[in-house]
T-cell receptor
């Protein structure tokens, strides 16, 4: 079956610190992988995506590389800002269906 | 461009009451979804509609019904609300999945916070 496992939170970092949020997946076939972000009081928004192995998704300074050999899609940012405080969800979409599968979310708080 | 619009934003129900959550999208998407979000559990799929005229159960369908009224609208109904249905509900939509398609993202509404007392 399809599933996503995310590192547990919450994560608290100082401004300009390096961020890594781990994500691994189980899927049949060749899924597309996504990171979504949810700011307080809002719905989820797509942050970045990768549709095949070795692709790197990037947006707003965040990056994640689709690693098929380790079934991982870890989110990284070199220097976080207070405005990055949000909940981050890793997700996959199977290429054999029309459903998304989400991880449990990781809450990030960045303090000045 | 409104995107995905959900109503209401907040609702309080008593156990046993019924209500319908409304969702509409203006992006001509084929697929629509209802998720619930609970602390420590992320998003769980309740029902989805791959295309107009079809609906399918997701991970947690019990206690819910859905209607894909037309291509734009996808409603979620609670016939007899229970406290376990206290949650934040999100509607989402996406393009139809095509092999090799690069436009594969979900567009979310802003959510409905439902409390069942």
């Amino acid at each position: 079956g399809n599933s996503v496992t995310q590192m547990e939170g919450p994560v608290t970092l100082s401004e300009e610190a390096f961020l890594t949020i781990n994500c691994t997946y189980t899927a049949t076939g060749y899924p597309s992988l996504f990171w979504y972000v949810q700011y307080p009081g809002e719905g989820l928004q797509l942050l970045l995506k990768a549709t095949k192995a070795d692709d790197k998704g990037s947006n707003k300074g965040f990056e994640a590389t689709y690693r098929k050999e380790t079934t991982s899609f870890h989110l990284e940012k070199g220097s976080v800002q207070v405005s990055d405080s949000a909940v981050y969800f890793c997700a996959l979409r199977s290429n054999t269906g029309n459903q998304f599968y989400f991880g449990t979310g990781t809450s990030l708080t960045v303090i000045p | 461009n409104a995107g995905v619009t959900q109503t209401p934003k907040f609702q309080v129900l008593k156990t046993g009451q019924s209500m319908t959550l409304q969702c509409a999208q203006d992006m001509n998407h084929n697929s629509m979804y209802w998720y619930r979000q609970d602390p420590g559990m992320g998003l769980r799929l309740i029902y989805y509609s791959a295309s107009e005229g079809t609906t399918d159960k997701g991970e947690v369908p019990n206690g819910y019904n859905v209607s894909r009224l037309n291509k734009r609208e996808f409603s979620l109904r609670l016939e007899s609300a229970a406290p376990s249905q206290t949650s934040v509900y999100f509607c989402a939509s996406s393009d139809r999945l095509l092999t090799g398609s690069t436009n594969e993202k979900l567009f979310f509404g802003s959510g409905t916070q439902l409390s069942v007392l």
